[in-house]
């Protein structure tokens, strides 16, 4: 053995002990790397509002979350001071939705989906799961299962759960196998106006609020809070106060008010109700006339709709590609339009279009499913309106089927003198029909192209003959589909073989 042959063994060997090494170590020493390698995905991002991100539960680094994200059991999510989440479960269809400033973490085990809110305020909705995957809830008391209901969470750090049944009812069960039932019960204090999560347009920085109490105290002290967010609230004075109606200072953009009812001395907090919403700034039209008030008009929210909000399938013909169009409504205030496709879980275009664009297109790496999303903005990059998801099968134009012999015979025998008539069923769409005449020998002897459905051969020598036909569609392409048609000539044929022409020889 050479010594460059040894050389090369041996660089090979230490390739391979070092390839070893390197993955024991990582899978055996190293577990904060893990990577989701035929994992089924347990959850999706419907929703995104600013920056959230998510981690895995012995991963060192945070990432940032998108939109359409997929997210995979033992993963945590956590929310900035001014994000929003929303979130999908694929199995159960819950629907999971985390505020500004709360960490969760998400499992699967035996079919189950368990939450874990480690702080902040979180909204579940599993009233539309028909499937037998259960959401559960992890507390101190044991488990929360949610299956059919809705409720509101809330866990400030180092405290005690908090869980508010909306709809239905939750059932815990707890270490020691007993289980107790908490059910839906109606709010004692309520604020009815603004709407949770609405857009309002206003001129000045205020807002009415509107709030029921069950049980009117007039002992009571009533104290207002406004902030962005749940952690920064600070106390305002309403600038009008009526029955159970008071209109607050607030700011252009997010805003969180909370409502408190304490006792005459304010330091107990006997009743508490809270919402979110976003004010936006109206501009009021300039009136010509001095004397005349200048007449508003009310701007509506801005919409995005598909032309075709059910999933639709698009045939190509040369490179794979997604056509998309939509409807943009109400787009006074629109500054620009964020579109982004993505395959599966993963973001492969994003483009940033104007206000006035209705219409996309673009090339794909492959055919196949993919989703797409339009989400509209102001000028500071505000949402003001985000469109269904668009499902979108790109797919390759079918090539023509293989025409139909009008005897539905693949093999069939021509006359004695040689003639045979051969006719197919005719086709739509097609350009012209091609051809191909092999002689007994497998020697192809004619090649042409036509448009009329029929062909008349004639001159056959005994023996069998393949006759192939196929066709040209309207887009020049040539069918792989192909009808063959076996055409056995007797030998008893009235054909006469050539001859030799008469030779004299001296």
Same mark, same amino acid.
């Not at 190293?30 to 959850?43: G, N, R």
């Not at 509506?300 to 909000?309: G, H, P, Y």
């Given at each position: 053995m050479s010594a460059n042959t040894k050389r090369?063994?041996?660089?090979?060997?230490?390739?391979?002990?070092?390839?070893?090494?390197?993955?024991?170590?990582?899978?055996?020493?190293?577990?904060?790397?893990?990577?989701?390698?035929?994992?089924?995905?347990?959850?999706?991002?419907?929703?995104?509002?600013?920056s959230s991100r998510r981690k895995l539960a012995q991963h060192r680094t945070w990432q940032i979350v998108e939109f359409g994200d997929s997210l995979y059991s033992g993963e945590s999510i956590k929310t900035s001071p001014d994000a929003d989440i929303s979130i999908?479960?694929?199995?159960?269809?819950?629907? /999971?939705?985390?505020? #500004?400033?709360?960490?969760?973490?998400?499992?699967?085990?035996?079919?189950?989906?368990? /939450?874990? /809110?480690?702080?902040?305020?979180?909204?579940?909705?599993?009233?539309?799961?028909?499937?037998?995957?259960?959401v559960k809830l992890e507390s101190k008391d044991g488990l929360i299962d949610l299956l059919k209901t809705s409720v509101t969470v809330s866990k400030e750090k180092n405290n005690d759960l908090n869980l508010n049944v909306i709809t239905g009812r939750a059932k815990?069960?707890?270490?020691?196998?007993?289980?107790?039932?908490?059910?839906?019960?109606? &709010?004692?204090?309520?604020?009815?106006?603004?709407?949770?999560?609405?857009?309002?347009?206003?001129?000045?920085?205020?807002?009415?609020?509107?709030? *029921?109490? #069950?049980? &009117?105290?007039?002992?009571?002290?009533?104290?207002?809070?406004?902030?962005?967010?749940?952690?920064?609230l600070l106390e305002v004075k309403p600038s009008l106060l009526g029955s159970n109606k008071v209109n607050l200072p607030v700011k252009f953009g997010k805003n969180f008010v909370q409502l408190?009812?304490?006792?005459?001395?304010?330091?107990?907090?006997?009743?508490?109700?809270?919402?979110?919403?976003?004010?936006?700034?109206?501009?009021?039209?300039?009136?010509?006339?001095? $004397?005349?008030?200048?007449?508003?008009?009310?701007?509506?929210?801005?919409?995005?709709?598909?032309?075709?909000?059910?999933?639709?399938?698009?045939?190509? +013909?040369?490179?794979?590609?997604? $056509? *998309?169009?939509?409807t943009l409504q109400n787009k006074e205030s629109v500054q620009k339009l964020n579109l982004k496709i993505f395959e599966d879980d993963k973001l492969i275009l994003s483009e940033v279009l104007t206000a006035d664009q209705t219409k996309f297109k673009a090339k794909l790496p492959k055919s196949g499913r993919y989703l797409a999303s339009i989400e509209a903005v102001d000028t500071v990059d505000n949402r003001l309106a985000q469109s269904k998801i668009k499902s979108i099968v790109s797919e390759q134009l079918a090539y023509l089927a293989s025409p139909e012999w009008t005897d539905a015979k693949p093999t069939s025998d021509a006359d004695l003198n040689g +003639?045979?008539?051969?006719?197919?069923?005719?086709?739509?769409?097609? +350009?012209?029909?091609?051809?191909?005449?092999?002689?007994?020998?497998g020697? +192809?002897?004619?090649?042409?192209?036509?448009?009329?459905?029929?062909?008349? =051969?004639?001159? *056959?020598?005994?023996?069998?003959?393949? *006759?192939? /036909?196929?066709? =040209?569609?309207?887009f020049k392409r040539i069918s792989p589909n192909k009808s063959v048609k076996i055409i056995r000539v007797a030998d008893n044929s009235a054909i006469d073989a050539p001859k030799l022409k008469k030779m004299r020889f001296k």
């Open positions: 090369i063994i041996i660089s090979f060997l230490v390739s391979i002990v070092g390839l070893c090494a390197t993955s024991f170590y990582f899978t055996k020493y190293y577990p904060s790397v893990q990577f989701h390698i035929d994992e089924k995905p347990l959850a999706k991002v419907e929703k995104l509002e600013n999908r479960f694929l199995d159960s269809n819950t629907i /999971l939705n985390l505020e #500004a400033d709360s960490l969760i973490t998400i499992k699967k085990n035996k079919g189950e989906i368990s /939450l874990n /809110l480690i702080e902040g305020h979180l909204f579940v909705d599993s009233t539309q799961n028909d499937s037998a995957a259960s815990v069960t707890k270490a020691d196998g007993q289980s107790a039932v908490i059910e839906f019960k109606k &709010p004692s204090l309520i604020i009815t106006e603004p709407e949770a999560l609405s857009v309002i347009e206003s001129q000045q920085p205020e807002m009415k609020i509107v709030w *029921l109490s #069950a049980e &009117p105290n007039t002992n009571e002290k009533l104290v207002f809070k406004v902030g962005t967010k749940r952690s920064d408190e009812i304490r006792s005459v001395d304010g330091n107990k907090v006997l009743q508490a109700a809270s919402v979110r919403f976003s004010l936006q700034q109206k501009i009021s039209a300039v009136s010509e006339v001095t $004397n005349v008030p200048a007449v508003e008009k009310v701007r509506a929210t801005a919409q995005i709709v598909w032309n075709s909000e059910a999933e639709e399938v698009q045939n190509f +013909v040369g490179d794979p590609e997604v $056509n *998309l169009q939509w +003639v045979y008539l051969a006719r197919w069923k005719p086709l739509d769409n097609i +350009v012209e029909y091609s051809l191909e005449l092999v002689n007994p020998s020697k +192809v002897i004619r090649t042409w192209s036509q448009k009329n459905n029929f062909v008349q =051969l004639k001159n *056959l020598l005994p023996g069998e003959y393949k *006759l192939t /036909l196929t066709t =040209l569609d309207q």
